[in-house]
Nanobody, 130 residues
Framework: QVQLMESGGGSVQPGGSLRLSCAASGSTWDYYAIAWFRQTPGKEREGVSC????????YYAESVTGRVTISTDNAKTTVYLQMDSLKPEAPAVYYC???????????????????????WGKGTPVTVSS
């Protein structure tokens, strides 16, 4: 089973940038896609971006389109989330999640749904504040 570990979070001023990393270990060939979700206190986890491990297709939430780029390294063991022109927001935790089958890819990537088959990392905190 794949294990995920996020890093790169921190505190940044509005307009700044952060690059988050999601390192996958274990049975990395078992996962079909990796997505980034964010969660603020008292709210549900919401999708930010997703990348299909098999064909490289990327997905973005409308709220971040143009400001966020998802990518992966050549070995497909690390997924990056480059976030630019960050807007002020409540402190959030960014999680990466992986899914093991094509059906779950459709739910997680195209629909940004938090389905039961997602394997989550422990998250990395992000604060955008002046």
């Amino acid at each position: 089973q794949v294990q995920l570990m996020e890093s790169g979070g921190g505190s940044v001023q509005p307009g700044g940038s952060l690059r988050l990393s999601c390192a996958a270990s274990g049975s990395t060939w078992d996962y079909y896609a990796i997505a980034w979700f964010r969660q603020t206190p008292g709210k549900e986890r919401e999708g930010v971006s997703c990348i299909n491990n098999n064909n490289g297709q990327t997905y973005y939430a409308e709220s971040v389109t143009g400001r966020v780029t998802i990518s992966t390294d050549n070995a497909k063991t690390t997924v990056y989330l480059q976030m630019d022109s960050l807007k002020p927001e409540a402190p959030a935790v960014y999680y990466c999640g992986a899914v093991p089958d094509a059906l779950s890819v459709q739910a997680m990537c195209a629909g940004f749904r938090n389905v039961d088959t997602i394997k989550w990392g422990k998250g990395t905190p992000v604060t955008v504040s002046s």
